[in-house]
């Protein structure tokens, strides 16, 4: 047998014809704090099992890197069903349903036990993930056709992944296994059950939550919080789908093959203005003055803002929306973050100062002119916009600091009212995989931010992290303050922003370093039939990203 050349941290070493990154991987672990997961062969990724070329360069990631934690995560989930799956002695008469993001985990439920889920039941489930993980059992992959995958999916009573299967323009399906457990999963695994060295079942509402680490500190596992606020809005929004019989892509599929999208489209358009309506109800009964809205980026706060406003003059208000974007410090003024960018998302960049003082003398009844904030020549702009407020008049302030007590100190809180608004999608792919609530909202700013600030999709791919990181430390820890939430998150609107986002993703070029977020995003829409964006409302949420809107968005 030969033997292959390979480059690895910046240096050359020769390895046994036959082996595959795993093998290599095992060399370099010591270097590493955490476990090498995931790896780059010649700038494609890869699982570890793939076979080492000659002559190739290869760099690895952790599970302190995105994608080698969500590749974790990804196969936490895997093993917990297959214990699952061995606990309940392999019946067709339950499923488990993985349904949302909780806390560091997954909120996740069980049909087919009228009983439900006990402790007793979680601890077995629990420990027979132990055995799994101490036996260090191969993660395999199979890529077998779509017509076999689902004839196996049918046989195992998975229908939702045959409906999902029904609409994929791909001819073969990468199936994963443990043990004879097998499922489909969209992403990467780890190489074996191994690695899966920290997680929890916590028993929650009607069902648990496979609590997991932090990317930060990928090794240890945080203790449980109970978001209450952001579970009763997650399972609102489950209910809804329920109610519409669309709680996967599959389903949502079936609905546009048929020819119901239109009507699907005004019932949640419906909801979400019975759920705003009932907001500026609550607002006018207890007599606010100054409503704070709050939440991360490309949750569509602006718009919410502006159909918030029209309930509130419905029920005798005179509203002024003001958006804290147009407060920010001038470009050049803005702080950099730990890489040297622009840091956006600090509070830092909002010109609180200003924004108090105007605030204050808004209050007091005098005449202000509000800022615009250009967002091409980065630059605050006055443009002659007054404002003063009368008897029965409302501060509607949007924004992602919105809900930060340093942003309204010099504002009473008697007058407070707080809002929390975000994009938490109730539409998975299957009910083994959740589509992650951050791949909507960044889908939802390369859209908007190629149509209204002239960025590429390669521009908002690179900032996406430092967005983040900011929504974690700014935004996240204020989201129980608020008063009320909403979801922003309408179940269609994945199949009509792809026709938007497609053309900007496939612009990013093979050789940069965005490609491969963009290469992974455009496999992730082409789960969705696609559907025109003509019959979306000109006051919807969606429009804001997608343009068309009839508010100055």
Not at 401 to 415: A, I, T, V
Request: aromatic fraction near 10%.
């Amino acid at each position: 047998m030969g033997n292959l050349t390979v480059k690895a941290y910046g240096e050359t070493v020769t390895m046994e014809e036959g082996s595959t990154l795993l093998d290599l991987a095992k060399q370099y672990q010591k270097r590493e704090k955490h476990d090498i997961v995931m790896a780059y062969l010649n700038g494609k990724l890869c699982e570890l099992f793939k076979p080492l070329q000659d002559q190739c360069e290869v760099q690895f990631l952790t599970t302190a890197d995105e994608i080698g934690f969500q590749s974790y995560k990804r196969s936490a989930t895997l093993l917990m069903l297959k214990a699952i799956d061995d606990v309940m002695g392999h019946s067709k008469d339950f499923q488990v349903r993985v349904m949302y993001s909780l806390g560091n985990g997954y909120y996740c439920e069980m049909e087919g036990l009228p009983e439900g889920v006990s402790q007793d039941l979680l601890y077995a489930f629990k420990r027979r993930m132990k055995e799994l993980i101490w036996a260090d059992l191969p993660i395999r992959k199979e890529s077998v056709s779509t017509d076999i995958a689902m004839k196996r999916f049918a046989a195992q009573g998975m229908q939702d992944k045959v409906r999902l299967f029904q609409y994929r323009r791909v001819s073969a399906a990468n199936l994963y296994h443990i043990e004879g457990y097998e499922d489909y999963h969209y992403g990467y695994m780890v190489p074996s059950t191994g690695y899966i060295k920290c997680f929890d079942l916590i028993l929650y509402s009607a069902g648990f939550v496979l609590q997991l680490p932090t990317m930060e500190e990928p090794e240890t596992l945080a203790p449980f919080e109970a978001q209450k606020k952001l579970f009763k809005v997650l399972k609102e929004s489950e209910d809804w789908s329920t109610m519409l019989g669309v709680d996967t892509v599959g389903a949502l599929n079936d609905v546009i093959a048929d020819g119901g999208i239109g009507d699907l489209m005004l019932v949640q358009e419906a909801l979400q203005e019975k759920k705003i309506a009932e907001i500026a109800e609550r607002i006018e009964r207890e007599g606010k003055q100054i409503v704070l809205i709050a939440g991360p980026s490309s949750s569509g706060k602006t718009t919410f803002s502006h159909r918030l406003s029209i309930q509130l003059r419905a029920h005798g208000m005179y509203p002024h929306p003001i958006a804290l974007d147009n407060y920010f410090v001038n470009r050049r003024d803005t702080p950099l973050d730990a890489d040297g960018k622009y840091d956006f998302e600090c509070i830092e960049a909002i010109d609180r100062k200003q924004f108090h003082e105007d605030m204050s003398r808004l209050l007091a009844g005098e005449v202000v002119e509000i800022p615009r904030f250009n967002f091409h020549t980065g630059v605050r702009e006055y443009k002659g916009d007054f404002t003063q407020l009368r008897a029965g008049d409302v501060l509607v302030i949007e924004g992602i600091h919105g809900l930060n007590p340093l942003m309204s100190e010099d504002l009473p809180d008697e007058s407070k009212f707080k809002i929390y608004i975000s994009a938490l999608t109730s539409l998975n792919i299957d009910q083994h995989n959740r589509i992650s609530t951050t791949d909507g909202r960044l889908i939802r700013r390369i859209v908007r931010d190629a149509r209204t600030r002239g960025n590429s999709a390669q521009d908002t791919i690179a900032m996406w992290n430092s967005v983040r990181r900011g929504e974690e430390k700014n935004i996240f820890p204020h989201q129980e303050e608020a008063d009320v939430m909403f979801n922003s998150a309408l179940i269609y609107e994945l199949s009509v922003i792809k026709q938007y986002a497609e053309p900007l993703l496939f612009a990013i070029s093979h050789d940069s370093p965005e490609y491969q977020e963009a290469k992974r995003l455009l496999k992730f829409l082409d789960y969705f039939l696609g559907v025109s964006g003509e019959a979306v409302p000109n006051n919807s949420i969606l429009r804001e990203f997608i343009g068309g809107s009839c508010f100055r968005v």
